[in-house]
């Protein structure tokens, strides 16, 4: 069964309901669950508006490995996992 066909079963059983105490007990939840989405595209923004790759490396300190520590080689072969 598709997604449309479900939600259209939904609509079939909501509009065939007389109780309206169920009715709004579904409302409820149709709302706490749309509230909750909306919260979480709330927090999902970047920390800063710009990323600065050398102000992050100021503030992390960050020093680039000297030959000896990198192996001395020239090579631009990198691991990537």
Do not use: C, W
Request: proline share 2%; glycine share 4%.
């Amino acid at each position: 069964m598709t997604l449309e066909t479900r939600k259209y079963n939904l609509i079939k059983l909501i509009t065939g309901l007389e109780d309206e105490l169920l009715i709004s007990k579904l409302e409820a939840l149709l709302q706490e669950f749309s509230d909750g989405d909306s919260i979480l595209m709330q927090l999902n923004k970047p920390m800063r508006e710009k990323l600065d790759i050398e102000q992050l490396m100021k503030e992390q300190n960050y020093q680039h490995p000297t030959k000896e520590e990198s192996g001395g080689t020239k090579s631009k072969n990198f691991n990537v996992y």
